[in-house]
């Protein structure tokens, strides 16, 4: 609010408001909010989503996991796409690797 307070244009002498400042001044608020909403919403977004993707890029055969779904295992193989775990003896369960939550080294 106090930005708004300070951009405000001083009130003149009794003329017509100036449209070509109030414009700019939209403009700027305008273009305020929007780069706000990118660093405080957008940018740490993507942030995570790459740090997740390296995550899921370094997943080898011995790592234990835990998925999306809260399910713990051992990864037993790794292709492309999916990754089969190992959750008890004798107990694969096959996933895909976007539903790994989090890896902790063996």
Do not use: C, W
Request: proline share 4%; charged share 15%.
């Amino acid at each position: 609010m106090l930005a708004l307070f300070l951009m405000s244009p001083a009130p003149s002498g009794g003329g017509a408001p100036d449209s070509t400042s109030q414009l700019i001044q939209t403009v700027v608020m305008f273009g305020a909010v929007i780069a706000i909403f990118y660093f405080m919403m957008i940018r740490p977004q993507q942030k995570r989503a790459k740090e997740h993707q390296k995550l899921l890029s370094g997943v080898k055969r011995g790592d234990k996991v835990v998925t999306a779904s809260g399910i713990h295992g051992t990864v037993s193989d790794v292709d492309d796409a999916t990754v089969t775990v190992t959750i008890a003896s004798n107990t694969n369960v096959k996933f895909d690797k976007s539903a790994i939550g989090s890896v902790s080294a063996s």
